[in-house]
């Protein structure tokens, strides 16, 4: 909980005079209290009462005009020339699926489209990875993407983090919980993969452990009071984007979130609620294993959204199984995002961010946005370097790299001290894992170089 100081600072931000705070604290309490009397308890609730009380009409939302660097960049499921396979996929799929993925005529149409539709889709991603002038563009992508969205979500957590301390702290103390889970599921020969490469083997795998999931999910739902929807099964064009875009990917077998589902907390100690109840269903059932979690409440992803995602393995009586993921979501945060008219921007941002990284690794579109952030000097000092341009990293200048291509350090030779300073500044802010990875692998050596030098 907030202290009464920080409401106090809080409350005279949003505008209201500090020798008037006092006043509209205790109206607001009683508001509260006979709100409750009413059987009201639902903020939502709350919110929909007092907008009719003050007359106040809700906008609905249409789509809002993409900035200019998003609008002229064309993903790949935009490509016009993958429509007609896409299509023709979806329906397949549709048609097999409303089988409950039985009917093996219809299984086998959608074998074929896909086929068809994996073979375009793997040229033209080999095409976009090849083009050397889009790679900056996909720079402008990530921050004018970023800058959509950071500023909405980082001031929504800042209100969390005030608000919400206790349930902040409480997620915190649990890490080390989950990462014993996963260990133990590891121990038992459990990992976060599928049980075949192929496409069609995917879906009959989640058709046999899909009624199951939901089943244990919403259990989990009724057990701590959160929401939980299940996800339509994954389409046939993303997944196979997915493998596309991952160089010596083994078909489909690395696709976790072909069924998924979202919980949905009211507050952080509703999401600990969950992470708690997972937790003893992993622990106690045999059929359900966590084999992975991505905690992104504190390391938020790019742009600043905050969950958790969490991977299942299910079980099935015949000894088959399903990779499943579950995303655990707060109320405040998943309502901005549905107000924010994102979907397209998100769109935008995923395809660059996976560009890029299948062109040059993990660390690549941190890098990228830091580089942007820090400003059009760094910009054209990276181009003038061949940063993202020379497909080998160990050709870009300033770059140290060590000998399975991956960056271990950075010689920035002939960088301005005004440049250096905005690109450190970027590199912390938004490039934090390589900062840690370069500062790890670049210590522990007696007289090793630095991972970051200027001469």
Not at 251 to 266: H, P, S
Request: hydrophobic share 40%; charged share 25%.
């Amino acid at each position: 909980m907030a202290s009464s100081d920080e409401k106090i600072r809080a409350l005279i931000g949003a505008g209201i005079p500090s020798e008037k705070v006092a006043a509209v604290t205790e109206k607001a309490q009683l508001l509260c209290e006979e709100f409750t009397s009413l059987g009201i308890s639902k903020m939502e609730d709350k919110l929909n009462v007092i907008l009719i009380l003050f007359d106040i009409k809700q906008k609905k939302h249409g789509v809002a005009p993409l900035p200019d660097k998003l609008k002229s960049f064309t993903t790949i499921s935009e490509l016009s020339i993958l429509s007609q396979p896409k299509k023709k996929s979806e329906q397949a799929l549709q048609d097999w699926e409303s089988t409950k993925f039985q009917n093996n005529e219809l299984r086998m149409d959608f074998k074929d489209t896909a086929s068809k539709l994996d073979e375009s889709l793997s040229q033209e991603v080999t095409r976009m990875m090849g083009d050397k002038e889009l790679r900056f563009q996909l720079l402008d992508v990530l921050v004018v993407s970023y800058d959509c969205f950071n500023g909405v979500y980082g001031a929504l957590w800042e209100n969390v983090e005030m608000t919400d301390g206790e349930g902040i702290q409480r997620y915190k103390d649990m890490q080390k919980d989950f990462t014993d889970s996963i260990h133990k599921s590891e121990a038992a020969g459990h990992a976060p993969q599928q049980n075949s490469e192929d496409l069609i083997d995917l879906y009959l795998s989640y058709a046999l452990t899909v009624e199951t999931f939901d089943r244990k999910m919403k259990g989990v739902a009724s057990k701590t009071g959160a929401k939980w929807k299940l996800a339509p099964a994954k389409k046939a064009f993303r997944i196979l984007e997915k493998k596309n875009l991952r160089p010596g990917a083994r078909g489909v077998i690395l696709v976790c979130d072909a069924g998924r589902g979202m919980f949905e907390a009211e507050t952080m100690n509703d999401v600990c609620k969950v992470r708690v109840a997972v937790l003893e269903l992993s622990a106690t059932d045999p059929n359900v294993w966590i084999v992975r979690i991505k905690e992104r409440y504190i390391d938020a992803s790019s742009g600043g959204w905050r969950d958790d995602l969490i991977n299942f393995k299910i079980m099935h009586e015949n000894g088959g199984f399903h990779v499943f993921e579950a995303q655990i979501s707060q109320g405040k945060m998943l309502t901005a995002r549905q107000s924010l008219d994102g979907h397209l921007v998100f769109n935008k941002c995923r395809n660059a961010t996976e560009l890029l990284t299948a062109c040059f690794g993990d660390f690549a579109p941190l890098l990228a946005l830091a580089v942007g952030k820090a400003g059009d000097k760094m910009v054209a000092w990276a181009k003038a370097n061949r940063w993202f341009l020379e497909d080998d990293i160990s050709n870009w200048g300033g770059v140290r790299s060590n000998v399975d291509g991956k960056i271990n350090g950075f010689d920035l030779v002939g960088m301005t001290m005004g440049v250096a300073d905005k690109f450190l500044e970027a590199c912390v802010q938004h490039c934090a894992p390589l900062v840690k990875y370069l500062a790890i692998t670049g210590s522990g050596e007696q007289g090793k170089t630095p991972p970051i030098t200027f001469r």
